[in-house]
């Protein structure tokens, strides 16, 4: 399953959209995203996107952390901060970084990609690799 964490306080909505994009058609996905609700409320969710409004210092990044539980699978974090840093970093399985300014904290052992810059081939290409897609036919 490719478990996906979306900070939605520190991600702009232009970076979180094409990922969700690209997820879509992702054969088992596990879509949790926290903030306030204005910044959820910025986004187009995918159903069964579980989302979970909270608003004060760190209260949405406890919520993610929550969520999480370790896993061999893939990990896709739409983050702009550090936090999930040592998450990301014990993971047991691969890691994406989704950011447009992430923390040194979030590069180490983990492959970090801005859509903004870098497109989202290098993303497509990540998800082909880790995660499997329904079938078309």
Partial sequence: MLRVLVDADNV???RITPV????????DVRITA??????LERVSWP???ELLEHEGWQRADLALAE???PADGPLLLVTGDGDFGLLA????GPVLVVSGAPSGRLRDG???????????APIEAWLRTYAHRHDST
């Fill in 12 to 14: 702009a909505p232009q």
């Fill in 20 to 27: 969700l994009a690209l997820l879509d058609g992702i054969a």
């Fill in 34 to 39: 926290s903030g306030r609700l204005e910044a």
């Fill in 47 to 49: 159903a069964g996107a």
């Fill in 67 to 69: 969520a999480y539980s």
């Fill in 89 to 92: 970093t014990r993971h047991p």
């Fill in 110 to 120: 983990t492959t970090v990609l801005d859509p903004a810059v870098d497109g989202l």
